[in-house]
């Protein structure tokens, strides 16, 4: 029985009140608790199966940093997301400071599995362990959280307005979006575009023709935001957005640009 807490939240760009649900895990089984249902197979003594699993991590960390993804069957694929901090010119954009994280996609046959034999129950109150799940949660975008969509493998959980997409309720091997930013008039470049991860936290930066003040951050003819840098908590969609700037008044020499 999986358990599911209803949640309530505000979609940072739309504004929107948003209903959905979210697991909220009973508890958590550690690897001698696995071990000791493997021996009950007579296969493997206790010992010899934590001894398993207890190794396991290593040896996939080893395979990571000789730069190979590490797939087991009937469980997914382990990979790498390396990221680093974006620039308009390419011969400042370098490893220094990068950041390293590793990302793991569920087998399409145990995330099938795992779909079509899940049972669920709605509770009041998350349980004590599972509190941290709960109100951590990201307000999704609309349509997700009510799909029938797979959700899983690489961005097939996004929502798509309709219900079409994945949820929290579906296996999802990733939670990265898209986060475009485009120059409107009056800037000449933004910074911080890239792909990121749902509820983390983004940031634009634009740079703005002289003889210009930015004016703000716009989803087609809407303003999102005027402050330059923009920074807000990223949502479960992908994201773009365009920097436009005003001209000043009698040719004023405002900047607008705001980095630093």
Do not use: C
Not at 149 to 155: A, H, M, N, V, Y
Request: charged share 25%.
């Amino acid at each position: 029985m999986i358990n599911v807490i209803r949640k309530k939240g505000i979609n940072p760009m739309t504004k929107a009140v948003l209903h959905w649900i979210q697991w909220t895990r009973v508890s958590t089984v550690v690897e001698t608790a696995l071990a000791k249902k493997m021996a009950r197979g007579g296969t493997y003594s206790v010992g010899e199966a934590s001894g398993v699993m207890l190794d396991f991590p290593q040896f996939i960390i080893d395979e990571l940093l000789n730069g190979n993804a590490v797939r087991v069957a009937g469980l997914g694929e382990f990979k790498l997301k390396v990221s680093a901090k974006a620039d308009a010119d390419p011969e400042k954009v370098s490893t220094r400071g990068a950041q390293v994280s590793i990302l793991f996609e569920a087998d399409k046959e145990l995330a099938s599995r795992l779909q079509n034999e899940a049972e669920f129950k709605i509770v009041t109150t998350p349980t004590p362990e599972g509190q941290s799940d709960a109100d951590s949660a990201v307000t999704p975008s609309e349509g997700e959280g009510t799909g029938e969509g797979s959700g899983s493998g690489e961005g097939q959980g996004e929502g798509s307005g309709e219900g079409q997409g994945g949820n929290d309720l579906h296996p999802t091997s990733e939670d990265e979006f898209t986060l475009a930013a485009t120059t409107g008039t009056g800037v000449e470049s933004v910074e911080g575009a890239g792909t990121v991860q749902r509820g983390e936290q983004a940031t634009l930066t634009a740079t703005v023709t002289e003889g210009y003040t930015f004016d703000g951050w716009y989803d087609g003819e809407t303003k999102v935001s005027g402050d330059n840098p923009y920074t807000f908590t990223m949502p479960a969609a992908n994201v773009t957005l365009e920097a436009r700037a005003a001209q000043n008044n009698g040719g004023d020499n405002g900047s607008g640009d705001l980095e630093g």
